[in-house]
């Protein structure tokens, strides 16, 4: 399934938050948007996954869902949204609580998705007792559980530390070699945005709009730490963005 | 003074542990301490009644009224006035805490039960329920009727603004989560507000089932033949201080019994909690 994004544009009270946007997030890819704070990036990303509705444009999507999708527009939260009183596989339940599944689909679809995230050996621990970086893998497995058309992953990585992010990037890769899945990725991190990113979509602030759609042909998998062409591609990502970043940050908060 | 100054070059040149500035601040549990503080109080409150630095008017002597105590049980007084208050208070506290935390959920859900009920609570929480008693005696008879009423009424209102508050507190994200996996609302309410809720409805419970023993014993003194309350009151008109404080221990029992059966619920259904 393919998102567009046709001409929306929303502004909260007097501020114009975003600017005629014009997107595409073509099937199998993962399009990572990139930006300053307060550019409008999470609130691309609930308007993609229907959480909210711009002022005016559309939103759409087109083509066939994948065979067994439950829910196509999955978000993946920053702070991993696991309810702490139900266990790994009780959180990855409640996701398929609702539909019509038997027992033993149910069963099969967690065991499947504990599997690929490898997590099974820690499907009756409590969230409690998981590593930042184990919750974010329960988190991914839910959304893998419903089967998605789009993952809408909201700064997933942003709550761990620099080496579990390493770590979690080398899985998110994993995972999309296997079976490519569609996401779209907003980050604020731009060496996650080289490293997972088919297109890389720079956003101004204030109001914001598209600046630049960056490409990046490199396979997924071959896109290793230290890559020279990679951290060209950073390089400019940050030329680009530098300004609107210092201005960003000089900015009083008036919320 | 050059002994000072030696020292200090001293000081600077040999290492020397750096100082420790932390810890404390931070409760810890110890076993023990709680129990002590009441066998030392009681211990010296026996010791002066004894030895007559405390005389008899001021306070009863503790094994004085332990004797008593002694003799309510043997005589089976103690259940005779016991049983009629715990049914008083199981049935009225059932009433008034089920009905609070119902209306706390609605409150918490709905804006608009929120604006219509909010300022009625707030307009009943601090009346003083034991003034409306005479009230309760018409409404619901000189019986048990009005005591339930009472205790149920007393409850109800700390029972509602603890529920709404608590099911405002359950985080925010969690509900979008719900949400945008479609959850639909009833599965959201159940499986994600209530249990989100329900640290903060217990420590509510706390204050509630406090109140409502504040409550029954108020009750018990204004009518009634047989109960705690109405013990003590018989005890307090005839001076009699063994007797009173017998009664008044029965009371902390119950609270402390209540509140250790709210800490066991609490270990039993929040061991998620960090």
Redesign the interface.
């Known amino acids: 399934m393919e998102l567009r994004l046709d001409a929306v544009s929303h502004r909260y009270g007097d501020v114009e938050v975003l600017s005629d946007i014009n997107l595409t997030i073509p099937e199998g890819r993962i399009v990572c948007i990139v930006g300053p704070s307060g550019c409008g990036k999470s609130t691309l990303l609930r308007f993609l996954g229907g959480l909210e509705v711009p002022d005016s444009g559309a939103v759409l999507q087109q083509g066939p869902l994948p065979p067994g999708c439950l829910n196509p527009l999955t978000y993946v939260f920053q702070d991993f949204a696991l309810l702490p009183w139900r266990s790994v596989t009780g959180n990855i339940q409640l996701v398929l609580e609702d539909r019509d599944l038997s027992r033993s689909e149910t069963r099969a679809i967690i065991d499947d998705v504990l599997a690929r995230t490898r997590l099974t050996d820690f499907r009756d621990a409590l969230p409690k007792q998981l590593s930042g970086g184990m919750k974010q893998r329960v988190a991914i497995a839910r959304a893998l559980a419903v089967t998605p058309a789009v993952m809408l992953m909201d700064e997933p990585l942003s709550a761990l530390d620099s080496q579990t992010r390493e770590l979690l990037m080398d899985d998110l890769i994993t995972l999309w070699e296997r079976a490519p899945f569609t996401a779209v990725y907003v980050t604020h991190n731009l060496a996650e945005a080289v490293r997972l990113g088919h297109q890389i979509v720079v956003l101004s602030r204030r109001p914001g709009a598209i600046r630049e759609i960056v490409e990046i042909d490199t396979p997924l998998a071959d896109r290793l730490m230290g890559d020279p062409a990679l951290e060209a591609h950073q390089a400019r990502l940050w030329q680009i963005m530098r300004d609107e970043a210092a201005a960003a940050d000089a900015e009083l908060a008036d919320v | 003074m050059s002994e000072q100054a030696t020292r200090s070059v001293d000081h600077s040149q040999s290492p020397r542990p750096v100082p420790y500035r932390g810890g404390g601040f931070r409760p810890v549990h110890i076993r023990g301490v709680g129990i002590a503080t009441f066998v030392i109080l009681i211990a010296v409150i026996e010791w002066g009644t004894r030895a007559g630095w405390i005389s008899n008017l001021t306070l009863p002597r503790p094994s004085d009224v332990l004797g008593t105590f002694g003799d309510l049980w043997q005589t089976g007084l103690l259940w005779a006035h016991l049983l009629p208050s715990l049914s008083r208070l199981i049935i009225g506290a059932a009433m008034g805490v089920s009905a609070g935390i119902a209306v706390g959920v609605l409150i918490g859900l709905f804006s608009v039960i929120r604006a219509g009920l909010v300022p009625l609570v707030a307009a009943l929480f601090p009346i003083p329920k034991i003034a409306l008693l005479p009230l309760f005696v018409i409404w619901f008879g000189i019986d048990e009727g009005s005591k339930y009423a009472l205790i149920a009424l007393g409850t109800f209102t700390p029972t509602v603004v603890s529920t709404y508050g608590a099911v405002d507190n359950v ?1 925010r ?2 509900i ?9 609302w009833w ?1 959201i309410v159940r ?2 507000v209530l ?1 989100g809720a329900l640290p903060g409805i217990l420590s509510g419970l706390r204050v509630s089932i406090a109140i409502g023993i504040i409550l029954l014993v108020a009750a018990e003194m204004l009518g009634a033949q047989y109960g705690i309350g109405a013990y003590i009151l018989e005890a307090g008109s005839l001076y009699d201080l063994e007797r009173l404080f017998a009664g008044v221990v029965i009371l902390s029992a119950l609270g402390v019994l209540t509140s250790a059966g709210i800490a066991w619920i609490e270990r039993r259904l ?5």
């Open positions: 985080d994200t969690l979008r989560m719900g949400q945008s996996f479609s959850l639909s599965s499986k994600i249990p929040l061991n998620w909690r960090v």
